[in-house]
């Protein structure tokens, strides 16, 4: 027999802040600690509560070359990315940290009333990006849910005049 419970205790060290929540493998809404305790909006079996947190990755400038040398100081543009990720779900690629987009975990066949399975492997994004002269992109995690980036890396366009 598996227990639920609505009510999370034992919460003494959060009281009176407001923290993250991961219940039953999905991010529930955040919620406010009151005499060492939470209550959740449905029954879970399995919580992890916290302080929450986000997680943010900015590359440095890139340079993948051009035809005369260097692409440092160069007008580029970075086209699209890839992501090696490990056991990880739900985050945000941009060119910067105020243009990010959420990168998609569930496809169409996952119950939507069942959590994201962890994701290893490529993920492939388009980035919308401009051109500039840096080249770099931002990944970030601001859910509960884990991040692991093994690897990222981009096609790049660079304007050589």
Same mark, same amino acid.
Do not use: C
């Given at each position: =027999?598996? &227990?639920?419970? /609505? %009510?999370? $205790?034992?919460?003494? +060290?959060?009281?009176? #802040?407001? @923290?993250?929540?991961?219940?039953?493998? *999905? @991010? +529930?809404?955040?919620?406010?600690?009151?005499? !060492?305790?939470?209550?959740?909006?449905?029954?879970?079996?399995?919580?992890?509560?916290?302080?929450?947190?986000?997680? /943010?990755?900015?590359?440095?400038?890139?340079?993948? !070359?051009?035809?005369?040398? $260097?692409? &440092?100081?160069?007008?580029?543009?970075?086209?699209?990315? %890839? =992501?090696?990720?490990?056991?990880? @779900? !739900?985050?945000?690629?941009?060119?910067?940290?105020?243009?990010?987009? =959420? =990168?998609?975990?569930? $496809? *169409?066949? /996952? *119950?939507?009333?069942?959590?994201?399975?962890?994701?290893?492997?490529?993920?492939?994004?388009?980035?919308?990006?401009?051109?500039? *002269?840096?080249? &770099?992109?931002?990944?970030? #995690?601001? #859910?509960?849910?884990?991040?692991?980036?093994?690897?990222?890396?981009? %096609?790049?366009? /660079?304007?050589? #005049?």
């Amino acid at each position: =027999v598996t &227990q639920t419970a /609505t %009510t999370l $205790s034992g919460l003494t +060290h959060l009281e009176g #802040q407001t @923290v993250s929540i991961l219940a039953d493998g *999905s @991010v +529930h809404a955040d919620a406010t600690v009151s005499s !060492g305790a939470i209550t959740l909006n449905r029954h879970v079996t399995k919580a992890h509560v916290g302080l929450g947190y986000s997680s /943010t990755l900015r590359t440095l400038r890139v340079d993948g !070359g051009s035809a005369i040398g $260097s692409a &440092q100081g160069k007008v580029k543009r970075i086209n699209d990315l %890839t =992501v090696r990720l490990y056991r990880s @779900v !739900g985050l945000k690629v941009g060119r910067d940290a105020d243009n990010l987009d =959420v =990168v998609p975990f569930r $496809s *169409s066949a /996952t *119950s939507m009333d069942a959590p994201n399975v962890l994701f290893s492997g490529d993920k492939e994004i388009e980035l919308n990006g401009n051109y500039d *002269s840096d080249g &770099q992109f931002t990944i970030r #995690q601001d #859910q509960p849910l884990p991040m692991t980036v093994l690897a990222a890396y981009a %096609t790049l366009s /660079t304007f050589d #005049q």
